[in-house]
C-alpha cells in the first residue's frame, strides 16, 4: 500500500467516525441524562386535577359572549346607513343559506335536514331582535354561530335589514 492510499483511508475513516458516533446517541446505546426541567417541574397534566378555576373576572372566549341575564336589546336604530350595511351583510354572511328574499331558499338550503328559516314568516318577525341576535351568536340546530363574522354592531345592521324584507 502507498503513503498515498494509507493517507486516503485515514481521510475515509475520519469521515466515517461521526456517522457511526451520532447513531449511538441517537438509538439510546450511550445514554446522556439530558436535563428536562420542563417535564419534571411540578404542574398538572392533561387530564389531571385538581383544576384551577380562572381569575375572578376572567373574559369567556368560548361560548356565548352574552351574559344570560341581559337579554341583549338594540342600541342601533334601523336607519338608511344601517340599512345599507346590513343589506350587504346580509347577503354575504346569511343568503346563501337564507336565500336572497330571507325565504329560506338559498344555494345551500337543501343541505340541511331541518331547512334554513323563512325570515319572513310571522314566526320570526314576532321574535324580539334579542332573540334573533342570539339565534347569530350562538347558532341555532345547524345553524352554525357567526359570532366571529359579524362584530355586534354588523350583527344588528343585519338584524334591522332582515325586518325589512317583505314577507312571503
Ligand atoms: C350555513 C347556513 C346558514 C347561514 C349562513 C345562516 N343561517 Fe340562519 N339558519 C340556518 C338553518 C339551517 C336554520 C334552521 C335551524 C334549525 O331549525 O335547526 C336557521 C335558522 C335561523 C333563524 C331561526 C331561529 C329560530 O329561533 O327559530 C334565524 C332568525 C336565522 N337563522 C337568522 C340568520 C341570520 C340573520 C343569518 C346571517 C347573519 C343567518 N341566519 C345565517 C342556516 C344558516
Known sequence: M????????VIIALVLIPFIIGPLFTYEVIKIPFLTDM??????GSQEGPRKLPPARAVPVQGISVI????PVKPIP??????????????IHCQICHGELGQGDGPLAEYFERTPQNLTTDQITAEFDGSVYLTIVQGFGQMPSLAESLTPRERWDV??????????
Open 2 to 9: 502507498t503513503e498515498r492510499q494509507k493517507r486516503g483511508l
Open 39 to 44: 417535564a419534571e417541574q411540578p404542574s398538572v
Open 68 to 71: 344570560p341575564e341581559e337579554f
Open 78 to 91: 334601523a336607519d338608511e346607513v344601517s340599512l345599507q350595511r346590513g343589506e350587504i351583510l346580509y347577503s
Open 159 to 168: 338584524i334591522n335589514y332582515v325586518r325589512t324584507l317583505p314577507p312571503r
